[in-house]
Structures are given as C-alpha cells and as structure tokens.
C-alpha cells in the first residue's frame, strides 16, 4: 500500500468524458491532501503522476493541442549506476532512450492513419553532436512526498521519511493522444511508456555511458591544447569524414582520413593532421575531398558522439565558416583568371542569372 504506480493517473483519465478533447483533469492534477499533523485537508495541484519514484510530469504543450502532452520524466540516477554527470554523459542517455520510442511506435504504425487517430510519440533525435540540449538533463528533483488514497485523496509523509530530493536523469518527449480513444490513452500513458521506462532503467548500459565520459574528457584535452599550440584545427586519423547522402550519418565504406606524413602531428597520443593558424589553402580536382574536408573543419567546433566517425575531428571553438553566396545575378565579369572553361560560356565576359558557389566565389 502507498506505492503509486501510476494509480492517481489512471483515475484521472477514467473519470474523463470519453471523448474529451481538452485532457483538463489529468493537466491540473486535482489533489486532495490529508496532511501527516492535526491540519484541516486542503486542495492541491500536481499533474507530476508517479510510478514508484520515477515521475512523469505531464504538461500541455500548447493551447491549441490539447492532445499533445509533452511529458517530462524523472529517473533517480541511483537506478542507473550513475555517479558522474556531464552534458556528454545527458546526450548518451538520449541516444540510449531512443530505440525504447521506437519500439513504442512500431505497433501504432499505420500509413493509412494519421497521428491524432492512432496516437504516436515523439522524441527528439540528435544528430552527431554533442550539445546541452532541453530533451535531456540532470536535476535534482524533490522525491514523492504522499502515499495513495482512494479517490483524489493523498496521505502527506513526514519530511524527515521523505528524505533529501534526487538527482534525476530528465527525459522530455510528447506523446500525441488518439482522438476519442480513452482507452488507448490509459494504456499508452499508464502502462506502454512507464513499462518501456523500466526497460530502460533495467538494460541500461553503464559502461557505455562511461565510454561516452571518457571521450568528452579527451575532446577537452585536445581543445586545452589547441588553445596553447599554434595549431587551430585537429584531425584524428582513421575518422571517417564523409557523410552519407541526406542526412549526417558517416558514409558506409568510405575511406577513413590519414595525414600526410608531412602534416601529421600527435595530439594527447592521437595522430592525425594539424591545421596551423594563419592562411592554410585546400586544393585539388573535382570530388577529391576538399569540401568534405572543410565541413569536418567547421563541424569540429562541436564535440561529437561515438559512431559519427568525427569524433576527434577538433576545431578552435571560435571558428566560423564563411561560404560564398549562391544563386546571384552575374553580368559579363572576368573569372577567367580563376575558371578557365564553363561550358557554353565565355569565362571572360561571364553572365548567369543564377552563379553557383564555386563561380561565386
């Protein structure tokens, strides 16, 4: 008895219209407290529901989409064997978490159906870098303070039984509600989510986590040491550079970067290229890299997550990349010194309505 395993939300959905659109009980979390001292009971509000002591604190996302919660859910790190935080440390976590949405979604897809009819849940996905984001952090969140009564009543614990609030791994998601689907509703957000929680919780993978703190704690040295040295720009052979086409995942079968024997230097025992401060030039014909090559650069401003193949590709944090306008009117200008042939145009009095950006440049 007292253990709230998602009880209090279920009572607030069953006691809705079946087909509500608004959700209004299970945001205001209606509570009717009986404190632990000789005190008169009051009305509270509280829409942070709880599964044992993980919370899932349930908030609208917007007036106009009632039926898009968006969700925060709170796992004391002591369930994970976390004993060290860090933002590299927040990214693993929602990496970790993503094939538990995945594996949500699976059965509720359907082509033929919209989200609003079958329900859905959204998770935000990163891409390869490493950046504090809102979807995922650490706080200390204060523990569950009541135990369970029978309808809106809640039986207040002593402050000195609760105990000191918890150092939580944060997740955020929305969860799109099926329209007119009560039912379905009560079991995603009761049952489904909580369950896959759980999963979570029981598979997670310290080790990984604790590659993952490793690695931003050698992108800080090689940073550090970027600051001292007359370099701007590290890369670490064997990263893959290449991206695959339409999104940002590393290039399957691509050749990973080496340095030139000449431009290789050792960086905290890496090896790999230095890129010097001052005007270093990137020459070569058509798809032997350079622009590939620029983009590592630039992304390197980031730290990047194991498996995005640039991981120790490390730029001086104030780097900008400046890239020529394309698209712009051109009317009869020698580029001749620059491109000596174009095809069906006279390179010395060029015109296009639209330059691309290597005749821009």
């Known amino acids: 008895k007292g253990l709230d395993t998602m009880k209090r939300l279920k009572q607030k959905l069953l006691s809705m219209e079946a087909n509500t659109k608004t959700y209004k009980e299970m945001y205001e979390g209606r509570m009717f407290v009986i404190p632990y001292v000789n005190m008169e009971p009051y009305e509270d509000f509280d829409s942070t529901y709880y599964r044992e002591d993980i919370g899932y604190r349930i908030e609208r996302t917007h007036k106009l989409a009632q039926d898009k919660p968006t969700i925060t859910i709170s796992i004391p790190v002591k369930h994970l064997g976390i004993t060290q935080t860090s933002v590299a440390g927040a990214d693993y976590c929602l ?56 309808g809106d009543a809640v039986y207040l614990i002593p402050p000195e039984e609760v105990g000191e609030p918890d150092l939580c791994l944060c997740l955020m998601l929305q969860v799109q509600l ?56 590290f890369l670490a052979n064997g990263s893959i550079l290449p991206r695959e086409g339409g999104n940002d995942l590393p290039m399957q079968g691509a050749i990973p970067f080496m340095a030139t024997t000449e431009d290789e230097i050792e960086v905290c025992g890496i090896k790999g290229m230095g890129i010097r401060r001052g005007v270093t030039v990137i020459t070569g014909g058509g798809y032997s890299g350079k622009s590939t090559l620029l983009e590592a650069i630039f992304a390197g401003i980031y ?30 200008v020698n580029i001749a010194p620059f491109i000596k042939w174009i095809p069906g145009q006279d390179t010395a009095h060029f015109s296009t309505e639209r330059a691309s950006g290597s005749t821009s440049q």
Request: aromatic share 12%; charged share 35%.
């Open 95 to 150: 990496r970790a978490f993503l094939p538990y949405i995945d594996e949500l979604n699976e059965p509720l897809y359907n082509r033929n159906r919209p989200d609003s009819e079958k329900g859905k849940y959204y998770c935000y996905r990163p891409g390869g870098e490493v950046l504090a984001r809102n979807s995922v952090y650490f706080k200390l969140c204060p523990r569950k303070d009541y135990t369970i009564g029978s």
């Open 178 to 233: 099926p329209e007119r689907n009560l039912r379905k509703t009560l079991r995603m957000l009761t049952q489904d989510l909580p369950d896959a929680v759980d999963r979570y919780v029981e598979k997670f993978k310290l080790y990984e986590y604790t590659d993952a703190m490793e690695l931003e704690k050698l992108q800080k040295d090689i940073r550090r040491w970027l600051k001292k040295s007359p370099y701007c720009a």
């Open 303 to 332: 730290d990047h997550a194991w498996g995005d193949g640039r991981e120790l590709c490390i730029t001086d944090a104030t780097a900008m990349g400046i890239v020529a306008e394309d698209g712009r009117s051109v009317k009869n």
